[in-house]
């Protein structure tokens, strides 16, 4: 079965500031997804970011890029220019390649100063 | 678009009591999940629909609880009876299809006391 694993459960930055948060999974499927998810106090669960395994280059979506590294199994998230509208629980999760079942790992919260 | 809606947004009940939750996907998802995330933890999928049949319902404690999705669009949650350890929030996501990417809800918090 597939495990992802956030090792940081709390993390802070100041605000303007960069900051990259951890995820690794263990998997032996060849081919899958994954994904940040940012979720608010509000609960809602906002996709940051997806990235296709087969996919050498990394994602980016304007202010977060991943360091997506496909033999290490390390699939981690860095924020720029750090914003107090970033702060929330941040979720790495696994899609297979066969199935559409999400696996989540444990979340760290980000905590942004200003 | 509208996105995923769910009610209630609060729910508290006593335990042994039932419960039920309510999701209306995107217009047009066929695929419907519902996820049980309990406070310090990531989400845990519980089921899955592609249209109206189940297509993963393995984590699902089938003794109290259950789930249909009539017509292949919106869907509802029950849990008969309810214990303790059910508080959590319970979310709802859709996809276009399957290996999509999943939009979810606002989720539903359920506290058994």
């Known amino acids: 079965a597939q495990t992802v694993t956030q090792s940081q459960p709390e993390m802070s930055v100041q605000e303007a500031e960069t900051v990259t948060l951890s995820c690794t999974y263990d998997?032996?499927?060849?081919?899958?997804?994954l994904f940040w998810y940012k979720q608010p106090p509000s609960r809602q669960m906002i996709l940051v970011i997806r990235q296709e395994a087969y996919k050498q280059q990394n994602a980016t979506e304007n202010r977060f890029s991943v360091n997506f590294q496909k033999a290490a199994k390390s699939f981690s998230l860095k924020i720029s220019d750090s914003q107090l509208g970033d702060a929330a629980m941040y979720f790495c999760a696994y899609n297979g390649e066969y199935g559409n079942k999400l696996v989540f790992g444990a979340g760290t919260i980000l905590r942004v100063k200003s | 678009e509208a996105g995923v809606a769910q009610s209630p947004r609060y729910k508290i009940i006593e335990k042994r009591q039932s419960v039920a939750f309510w999701c209306n996907p995107i217009?047009?998802?066929?695929?419907l999940y519902w996820y049980q995330q309990i406070l310090g933890q990531g989400p845990k999928l519980l089921i899955q629909?592609?249209?109206?049949?189940?297509?993963?319902d393995s984590q699902l404690p089938k003794d109290r609880f259950s789930a249909e999705r009539l017509k292949g669009v919106d869907s509802t949650l029950k849990i008969q009876p309810a214990k303790l350890e059910d508080s959590a929030v319970y979310l709802c996501?859709?996809?276009?299809?399957?290996?999509?990417?999943?939009?979810f809800g606002p989720g539903t918090r359920l506290t058994v006391l």
């Open positions: 996501a859709s996809s276009l299809e399957l290996l999509a990417v999943q939009f």
């Open positions: 629909f592609q249209n109206n049949g189940v297509v993963d």
């Open positions: 217009s047009g998802h066929a695929t």
């Open positions: 998997t032996s499927e060849s081919d899958y997804y």
